[in-house]
């Protein structure tokens, strides 16, 4: 059975240690997801422009709150 711990030092130093881990595993991941796709770009071909639609529209009106 675990004791209880109710000294705040101790449960600081507990949180920082969980969201150090967190923060770890969540920069392990994110490295992995920038390399899977650095290699999926890497099998484009160079001529390859990535596909993107920008819709222009006119602005009708401009708000200036003073």
Known sequence: ??????????IQH???SFVKKVLAGE???YRAEMARQSAKEALLPP???PLTC???R???RH???C
């Open 1 to 10: 059975m675990k004791k209880q711990v109710s000294d705040p030092v101790t």
């Open 54 to 56: 920008v819709r222009r």
């Open 14 to 16: 507990q949180f920082d």
């Open 58 to 60: 006119p602005v009708l």
């Open 27 to 29: 920069v392990k991941s």
């Open 63 to 65: 708000l200036f709150n």
């Open 47 to 49: 001529s390859f422009q």
